[in-house]
């Protein structure tokens, strides 16, 4: 028992450096470049790994799992927009300065979260939509990816990345395991569990990026934090939703209506002048925590 213990500490202690690693690698990797539209196109893919670990695993984990890989996904934008948009907001400590870029993503993020309420709650083939959404966005995506060159990439400090991902292939199953076996000593449901506790470690990746890219542009920085909110809310549910297997607690469904709230702000945050997001993020989060309480 005590092994096992140590083994799944190991574990996630595993996944955590796997997560950090992604991100790492890609910067040195590209420190002379300007590298905007990669984030905003490819980034996603890598940073989103993690989550597809724990989605693939928990799928084929049986209930519990599949509900492991719904709050993981889910929980991803919430915690991303909140916890890390707060730390880097006590960082910078002025308000955001967006682009056309980081309000496509928000935008399309928005749109995607309102078809998946209506996927959920009118009609689950409408989930279809949101991954057509998302390809429509990528479309747009790769047309100014197009315009940037990367003739002097550096390539070995990419092994950071494939050792990242290499960590994570690995440790998924272990992440999965132990969050259903918490979710059981807690009596909770594992989406729950997991909508906060693995977002919080997966998004290790987004939520580090801003700093890991300090020296970069402030737009590369936002990117890099915002750059996945179209991929999560988009291709995982739709997919889950296709299946017929997602079931989504109310204080989820809570979490990806604040997490829109935030967005809205966030593109309105410049216009006002104002930190609006660094008391939003707080203040959602500690209402969160209360409605989840309750």
Same mark, same amino acid.
């Given at each position: 028992?005590?092994?096992?213990?140590?083994?799944?500490?190991?574990?996630?202690?595993?996944?955590?450096?796997?997560?950090?690693?992604?991100?790492?690698?890609?910067?040195?990797?590209?420190?002379?470049?300007?590298?905007?539209?990669?984030?905003?196109?490819?980034?996603?893919?890598?940073?989103?790994?993690? @989550?597809?670990?724990?989605?693939?695993?928990?799928?084929?984990?049986?209930?519990?799992?599949?509900?492991?890989?719904?709050?993981?996904?889910?929980?991803?934008?919430?915690?991303?927009?909140?916890?890390?948009?707060?730390?880097?907001?006590?960082?910078?400590?002025? &308000?955001?300065?967006?682009?056309?870029?980081?309000?496509?993503?928000?935008?399309?993020?928005?749109?995607?979260?309102?078809?998946?309420?209506?996927?959920?709650?009118?009609?689950?083939?409408?989930?279809?939509?949101?991954?057509?959404?998302?390809?429509?966005?990528?479309?747009?995506?790769?047309?100014?990816?197009?315009?940037?060159?990367?003739?002097?990439?550096?390539?070995?400090?990419?092994?950071?990345?494939?050792?990242?991902?290499?960590?994570?292939?690995?440790?998924?199953?272990?992440?999965?395991?132990?969050?259903?076996?918490?979710?059981?000593?807690?009596?909770?449901?594992?989406?729950?569990?997991?909508?906060?506790?693995?977002?919080?470690?997966?998004?290790?990746?987004?939520?580090?990026?801003?700093?890991?890219?300090?020296?970069?542009?402030?737009?590369?920085?936002?990117?890099?934090?915002?750059? @996945?909110?179209?991929?999560?809310?988009?291709?995982? &549910?739709?997919?889950?939703?296709?299946?017929?297997?997602?079931?989504? &607690?109310?204080?989820?469904?809570?979490?990806?209506?604040?997490?829109?709230?935030?967005?809205?702000?966030?593109?309105?945050?410049?216009?006002?002048?104002?930190?609006?997001?660094?008391?939003?993020?707080?203040?959602?989060?500690?209402?969160?925590?209360?409605?989840?309480?309750?």
């Amino acid at each position: 028992m005590l092994l096992q213990v140590y083994l799944q500490v190991l574990a996630f202690a595993a996944f955590v450096t796997g997560c950090f690693f992604l991100s790492y690698g890609i910067d040195i990797s590209f420190e002379d470049l300007e590298i905007t539209h990669f984030i905003y196109l490819l980034f996603p893919f890598i940073t989103t790994f993690p @989550e597809l670990t724990v989605f693939v695993y928990g799928l084929f984990s049986g209930r519990a799992g599949t509900e492991v890989a719904t709050g993981a996904v889910l929980g991803e934008p919430f915690i991303v927009m909140t916890a890390g948009l707060f730390a880097y907001k006590l960082w910078i400590k002025r &308000p955001l300065k967006t682009d056309s870029g980081s309000d496509a993503s928000l935008i399309t993020f928005v749109l995607a979260s309102a078809l998946f309420f209506i996927s959920y709650y009118v009609f689950r083939y409408a989930s279809a939509l949101m991954i057509v959404l998302f390809i429509a966005y990528m479309y747009v995506t790769q047309k100014a990816f197009k315009k940037e060159k990367y003739q002097s990439i550096r390539k070995k400090p990419l092994a950071y990345t494939a050792a990242g991902l290499v960590l994570l292939s690995i440790t998924g199953k272990y992440v999965v395991d132990s969050t259903v076996y918490l979710a059981q000593l807690l009596n909770a449901q594992p989406s729950l569990i997991s909508f906060l506790i693995i977002p919080l470690i997966s998004s290790a990746p987004e939520i580090a990026a801003p700093f890991v890219f300090s020296k970069r542009k402030e737009k590369e920085q936002i990117a890099s934090l915002i750059a @996945e909110l179209p991929l999560t809310m988009s291709i995982y &549910p739709g997919v889950l939703m296709l299946l017929g297997s997602l079931s989504v &607690p109310f204080p989820i469904v809570l979490g990806i209506a604040i997490t829109v709230l935030q967005s809205f702000i966030v593109m309105f945050e410049e216009k006002a002048g104002k930190n609006l997001t660094l008391f939003s993020s707080i203040l959602f989060l500690v209402l969160f925590i209360i409605a989840l309480k309750l």
